[in-house]
């Protein structure tokens, strides 16, 4: 949530920015819309970067999940 506030981006758009970017070849991300405006929150996760410091946080975070 705190990324989300930094960013200006909703969680789900950070998640998948994160899912697209930082974890190259071994993760394909296939986001889901039933509505438009769902396709262009996807779409919108894509305009903008995750600093390397956010990324190894949340790298951090997911590994012990």
């Known amino acids: 949530k ?3 506030l930094n960013y200006g ?3 789900s758009q950070i ?3 994160w899912l ?3 974890q190259g070849d ?3 991300a296939i ?4 509505k438009i405006q769902q396709a262009q929150d996807n779409v919108e996760a894509l305009n903008f970067d995750l600093s390397n410091s956010d990324i ?3 790298n951090s975070i997911s590994a012990g999940l």
Request: glycine share 4%; proline share 5%; charged share 15%.
């Open 9 to 11: 981006m909703t969680i």
């Open 31 to 34: 986001p889901g819309a039933s």
């Open 56 to 58: 190894e946080r949340l």
């Open 26 to 28: 071994t993760v394909l």
């Open 2 to 4: 705190r990324l989300s």
């Open 15 to 17: 998640s998948l920015n």
């Open 20 to 22: 697209i970017n930082a």
